[in-house]
């Protein structure tokens, strides 16, 4: 296989990775990303790019991270979440394997759909777990270490698929140490 091909697939997962966190700051990106040449995107998904796009994924995205900042807000959103950020995934991931042969692009970004899902519901018991630790206090300083994190993996799909690969891996890493470090706690 084509190697950039490959690097397509690291980004899809970068970008499914970022959209388990928020929903549209991973759309608002490759919309950007796009605009300014940096990227190709599937025919079917250039519409990212054009300006009515941008500007309601950049007022999301905006809303959607000021929103996560409040408690109770936080929880609403992953409600809703549980729904838009796998759409997103798909999204996403289906708009960066613009190469890809079909049906295969279509079954990857469904697949990496299926992994921002996993993402988000680990994140929202994570979100759980701190709301009852911290009555709410934590979590914003939870979001914007998820702001961080979806930030730096789009960065990495965009500018070095494999970085983002492996960010994604040391992210799941981590997340099974925490839960592994509870479990013996226990």
């Not at 499914?16 to 966190?21: E, F, K, M």
């Not at 979001?143 to 965009?158: G, H, K, Q, R």
Request: hydrophobic share 65%; proline share 5%; net charge positive.
């Amino acid at each position: 296989m084509d190697l950039s091909l490959w690097l397509a697939l690291l980004a899809g997962v970068g970008v499914a990775a970022a959209s388990g966190l928020r929903a549209f700051l991973p759309l608002l990106v490759l919309g950007i990303a796009a605009r300014l040449g940096m990227i190709e995107l599937q025919p079917g998904a250039r519409w990212l790019a054009s300006s009515p796009a941008l500007v309601c994924f950049g007022a999301a995205a905006v809303i959607e991270i000021l929103g996560d900042k409040i408690p109770v807000v936080d929880h609403m959103l992953d409600l809703v979440g549980t729904v838009l950020r796998p759409a997103a995934a798909w999204l996403g991931a289906y708009a960066v394997l613009a190469h890809w042969p079909a049906p295969w692009g279509q079954v990857a970004a469904v697949v990496l759909g299926g992994g921002a899902l996993l993402l988000h519901a680990a994140k929202a018991k994570l979100r759980l777990g701190s709301t009852a630790v911290t009555f709410g206090h934590g979590n914003p300083l939870l979001s914007l270490a998820e702001d961080a994190t979806a930030a730096m993996l789009l960065v990495a799909a965009i500018l070095a698929p494999i970085v983002s690969l492996f960010l994604v891996i040391l992210a799941v890493w981590a997340l099974g140490a925490r839960r592994r470090k509870r479990a013996v706690a226990a």
